[in-house]
């Protein structure tokens, strides 16, 4: 088919949804989405925003919802699922088989922010008079078990804590491929002194360009290939 023309480019029509639901659906920003099939999708995670006293507090989320498209596209059902064990934002999510496997992201609150005021990371400084926040990067995965409708640790974990990736699974759903995203954590370095006396030094180290392997034998693999360029928030598509 020739897309080259616009007579030949599909029609976006619009179509009003309604939500047949009574869950009051929280202030969510930035939830996963994926696709678990016939017209079902779960939305999970996030940043989890509420207004208190003239402040927006943030926090990640662990919530999860079904969405269920029903009546020929003219409706959405909405359901509240379990919470998952850990808050996450922009983990890395995909379906194997009948499981859906959660891995790494970021935990931990955001902290307050004024409402008209620049929303940033937060660090511990036990010097500092004010009250400050933890980022912190997760490496544990969790799995949820599409038919008993529950979350189960899994034994897996990334090799590293990472974060904003992109995630592609082959057409027979027992293999993943996980690319760039962003891992930041502390290495130790072994230096050497004009005195020739060696020491260690912590440094931390950002990685965006790292290829990850999975599957249900071997668990998380990192490859020893890289991406050409370093990415995040970016899209990986399976081309049959």
């Not at 996450?88 to 004024?114: E, H, L, Y």
């Not at 009250?131 to 529950?150: A, H, P």
């Not at 992109?166 to 293999?175: G, I, R, T």
């Not at 060696?198 to 950002?206: A, D, Y």
Request: charged letters at 25%.
């Amino acid at each position: 088919m020739d897309c080259s023309e616009p007579a030949h480019l599909p029609v976006l029509e619009r179509n009003v949804v309604n939500f047949n639901s009574q869950i009051n659906f929280p202030h969510i920003s930035r939830p996963s989405i994926i696709n678990i099939g016939s017209n079902q999708v779960l939305l999970l995670g996030g940043e989890y925003i509420h207004e208190e006293d003239g402040y927006l507090d943030t926090r990640t989320s662990e919530l999860v919802f079904l969405w269920e498209l029903t009546n020929e596209g003219k409706s959405v059902r909405m359901k509240k699922l379990e919470n998952m064990k850990k808050s996450r934002q922009n983990p890395i999510v995909f379906k194997i088989k009948n499981n859906v496997d959660v891995a790494g992201g970021v935990g931990g609150d955001m902290g307050r922010t004024s409402l008209h005021g620049t929303v940033g990371y937060r660090l511990h400084d036990s010097s500092s008079g004010t009250q400050l926040y933890d980022q912190r990067l997760l490496s544990c995965t969790e799995r949820f078990d599409l038919v008993e409708n529950k979350w189960y640790p899994c034994k897996f974990s990334l090799p590293k804590p990472l974060h904003s990736a992109s995630v592609a699974v082959n057409e027979e759903e027992n293999f993943a491929l996980i690319t760039g995203g962003v891992s930041a954590y502390q290495k130790e370095t072994r230096i050497t002194t004009q005195h020739n006396k060696s020491s260690f030094q912590k440094k931390l180290v950002t990685e965006c360009d790292r290829i990850i392997a999975f599957d249900e034998v071997h668990g998380f693999q990192l490859l020893e290939s890289k991406l050409h360029y370093p990415r995040s928030n970016h899209v990986s598509i399976r081309i049959q």
